[in-house]
C-alpha cells in the first residue's frame, strides 16, 4: 500500500480527533474544528497535505450521502407538501439573488453580462454540507427554519442542473476562450443526448420509483434472512453510488439522484437499518468535506488581495442575507428564526466550486475572477459557522427580549403559580382547573404564549429565575408554586430563588432525571417528580399485560415499584456526591427491587389462590 496515502490518512484523523473535539467542547461546533484542521494541514500552514482539490471531489461524496439520508426521513407525502415553499421560498431566493449579484458584477465591476450571469448563478447558491450539518446537529430539521432553509437548498441541488446547461450561453456572451474540459465531478462516460436524454431521465426515474416499491424489498428479506450484516451495508452504499453514478450519466446532480433515492425508500420497513449502516460513512466523508474546504483557503492568495477578497466576501454574504431575509418575512418566518434562515444560507457553497470549474471549461469566466471568487467561496463558507456562533451569543438573546409576545406578569392573587408552562406546567394546569382551582401561568418563550392566546390561555411572559417577575406573578401569597421548566439549570436557580424571597409557599417541581431529582431533595422542595417516570411505568405496565400478566397483577407491579424505587433514592440520597458508591448501592438497589418484587408477587398469587 503506498505509504503517502497512509499519511494522508494518518495526518486527517490525527487532526480531527485533536481539534473537532476541543472546538466541541469550547463551544464552537464541530463544522468550525473540522475547518480549522483543513487550515492548520492545509497548503496555507503546516502544508502536509497538497492537494486539497482532490480531496474536495472526494469528499463531495459525503453530502451525497448525506442528501440520501435526509431523502430516507421525508417520505413522498412530505415532499409534496412543501412543495409551495420549495418553488417559492427556493425560487425567489435562487432568482433574487442572481438578479443582484449579476446587477453588481456588471454595473460595479464592468463584468459583461454573460460572465455576470455566470457569477450570479454561482453564488446564489448556498453550502448544503456545511447548512444541513448545522440544522441536524441542532435539531433544527423538523422546525420551521429547518423546513425553509431545507427547501432552498433542495430547491438549489435541483436548479443547479440548468445553470450548467446554461453555461455555453453564457459563454457566448463573454470574450474569453474556454480552456481544456477536465471533468472532475463524474466520469468519463457520456450520457444520452437530446431526445434520448429526456427518455432516458423518465426511464431512470421510473426505475428508482418501481426498484423500490417492487425490488428492493424481497432484496432486503432474503439479506435479513441471511444475518450476513456486511451485506446490508453493501448493499445500502450500493444504492447510494448507483443512484449517484446514474444521475452523473444523465448530467444531473449526484446528490438530487441520491436524495430522490432515499425518498422511494422512505415508508420502507428497512429505513431504520439503512440509516445506520451509511451514518458512520456520512460522518466520516462529511468530516472529510470540512476539512478539505479548509485547506482549500488559500491564505497566502487571500493576504495578497486582503480588501479585495474580504470586502466580496462581506458584500457577497451581506447581499444574500438581506435577499433571504426578505424571502423569509413572505413566507412567514419572524423573529429569530428569519434572522438563523438568514445567516445560515448566506454563505456561497460548493456547487459554486463546481459551476466556476465548467464555467473556466466553457469560457464564461475569466480565469482571474475564477480565482478572486473561489477563494470568496471557500471563505463564506468557513464564515458562516461563526456567524451563527456570534449570532447565538450576542443577537438572538437581545432579539428573542424584543420579540417575545406576551404581558407581564399581574398578581391575580391566585393561590397557585405555574413557572413553565410547556408539555408538563399545561398537564398540571388543567388538572387544576377540573378542580376550580385558579392559576397564575408564567412562561419566557414568546412564540409560545402567542400560540396559547389561540386556545384563550392567558400565560404572562416573564423569566422565572427574576425574583421580581415572580414577585410581580403573586409570589409573596401564592400557597404553592409550580416549577415545570424544562432546562435543569434554569430549573435549579428557580427553586433556589422561590425559597430564599417566598419561603411561605411550597414547591412542586419537573426533575429530569435522577441526577437533577437529588439536587430538588437537597433544595427541600415540598414535592419532585421525574418528567417521565409514570409515562415509562404505564408503558411497562402495557409490556406486561401484553406478554400475558393478569392487569391487576401489572398495575400492582409498576405501582409497587414506584414506590421501592422513591425508598432507594432517600437511602441513596447522601450518596449523591460519590459516583463510586452511588454506582455500587445502584446494582444493590436492582437486585433488592427485583428480589422484593418477585416474593411480593408470588405472595399475592398464594394469597389470591
Not at 27 to 32: E, K, P, Q, R, T
Not at 399 to 406: C, E, K, L, S
Request: hydrophobic share 50%.
Amino acid at each position: 500500500m503506498d505509504s503517502s496515502l497512509l499519511l494522508s490518512v494518518f495526518v486527517f484523523l490525527a487532526a480531527s480527533c485533536v481539534l473537532v473535539p476541543i472546538s466541541k467542547l469550547t463551544g464552537l461546533g464541530s463544522v468550525i474544528g473540522y475547518l480549522l484542521a483543513g487550515v492548520l494541514i492545509g497548503p496555507s500552514v503546516l502544508g502536509l497535505i497538497d492537494d486539497p482539490e482532490t480531496i474536495l471531489h472526494f469528499a463531495e461524496f459525503g453530502v451525497v450521502m448525506m442528501l440520501f439520508l435526509i431523502g430516507l426521513e421525508l417520505q413522498p407525502r412530505k415532499l409534496w407538501a412543501m412543495r409551495g415553499k420549495l418553488l417559492g421560498l427556493g425560487g425567489m431566493q435562487v432568482g433574487l439573488t442572481v438578479l443582484v449579484v449579476s446587477a453588481a458584477a456588471a454595473l460595479g465591476f464592468g463584468r459583461s453580462m454573460g460572465e455576470a450571469l455566470t457569477i450570479g448563478m454561482a453564488l446564489s447558491l448556498s453550502s448544503t454540507a456545511i447548512a444541513l450539518q448545522i440544522l441536524q446537529d441542532r435539531e433544527l430539521m423538523a422546525e420551521p427554519e429547518g423546513e425553509s432553509g431545507f427547501a432552498v437548498l433542495l430547491f438549489q441541488d435541483v436548479i443547479v442542473i440548468a445553470m450548467i446547461a446554461l453555461l455555453p450561453l453564457m459563454a457566448g456572451m463573454t470574450p474569453f476562450a474556454g480552456q481544456e474540459a477536465y471533468d472532475s465531478h463524474g466520469s468519463d462516460a457520456h450520457g444520452p443526448t437530446g431526445i434520448w436524454l429526456g427518455l432516458a431521465i423518465v426511464g431512470v426515474f421510473a426505475g428508482f420509483i418501481l426498484g423500490g416499491r417492487y425490488l428492493l424489498g424481497p432484496v432486503f428479506r432474503l439479506i435479513a434472512r441471511s444475518k450476513v450484516r456486511e451485506t446490508f451495508t453493501a448493499l445500502a452504499l450500493l444504492l447510494v453510488v448507483g443512484a449517484a453514478l446514474l444521475m452523473g450519466w444523465l448530467g444531473l446532480s449526484a446528490a438530487l439522484g441520491a436524495f430522490i433515492a432515499g425518498v422511494v425508500l422512505a415508508d420502507s420497513e428497512y429505513r431504520h437499518q439503512l440509516e445506520r449502516d451509511i451514518e458512520p460513512f456520512k460522518a466520516l466523508l462529511l468530516g472529510l468535506f470540512f476539512i478539505s474546504v479548509g485547506m482549500s483557503l488559500n491564505l497566502a492568495f487571500i493576504a495578497d488581495n486582503p480588501g479585495l477578497i474580504i470586502g466580496l466576501t462581506v458584500a457577497l454574504m451581506a447581499a444574500k442575507f438581506a435577499v433571504l431575509f426578505a424571502v423569509a418575512s413572505v413566507f412567514g418566518l419572524r423573529g429569530g428564526r428569519r434572522l438563523f434562515f438568514s445567516t445560515l444560507l448566506c454563505q456561497a457553497g460548493e456547487f459554486g466550486f463546481v459551476l466556476f470549474s465548467f464555467a473556466l471549461v466553457e469560457g464564461a469566466i475569466s480565469p482571474e475572477a475564477n480565482a478572486v471568487l473561489l477563494s470568496v467561496v471557500a471563505l463564506s463558507m468557513a464564515l458562516t459557522p461563526l456567524l451563527l456562533l456570534a449570532l447565538d451569543k450576542l443577537v438572538l438573546p437581545r432579539f428573542q427580549d424584543i420579540a417575545a409576545t406576551g404581558d407581564a406578569p399581574v398578581n391575580q392573587h391566585h393561590p397557585v403559580i405555574i413557572v413553565g408552562y410547556g408539555r408538563v406546567g399545561q398537564i398540571v394546569g388543567r388538572l387544576l382547573e377540573t378542580q376550580g382551582i385558579s392559576t397564575t401561568l408564567v412562561d419566557n418563550d414568546g412564540d409560545h404564549i402567542k400560540f396559547l392566546k389561540q386556545f384563550s390561555e392567558r400565560v404572562y411572559y416573564g423569566d422565572g429565575t427574576d425574583p421580581e417577575i415572580l414577585r410581580l406573578a403573586g409570589a409573596e401569597e401564592a400557597r404553592l408554586i409550580v416549577v415545570a421548566i424544562d432546562d435543569r439549570d434554569d430549573n435549579t436557580k428557580t427553586v433556589r430563588e422561590i425559597k430564599a424571597h417566598f419561603p411561605q409557599a411550597k414547591l412542586v417541581v419537573r426533575a429530569r432525571g435522577r441526577p437533577h431529582l437529588f439536587d430538588l431533595l437537597a433544595e427541600d422542595v415540598h414535592y419532585a417528580e421525574r418528567e417521565t417516570v409514570r409515562g415509562a411505568l404505564a408503558m411497562g405496565r402495557a409490556v406486561l399485560e401484553t406478554m400475558g400478566l393478569k392487569e391487576d397483577d401489572a398495575r400492582y407491579a409498576s405501582d409497587r415499584f414506584l414506590e421501592l424505587d422513591y425508598q432507594l433514592i432517600e437511602e441513596t440520597f447522601h450518596l449523591r456526591g460519590d459516583i463510586t458508591k452511588l454506582a455500587e448501592r445502584a446494582d444493590q438497589g436492582r437486585a433488592f427491587l427485583r428480589e422484593t418484587l418477585r416474593k411480593e408477587m408470588e405472595q399475592t398469587g398464594e394469597s389470591g389462590s
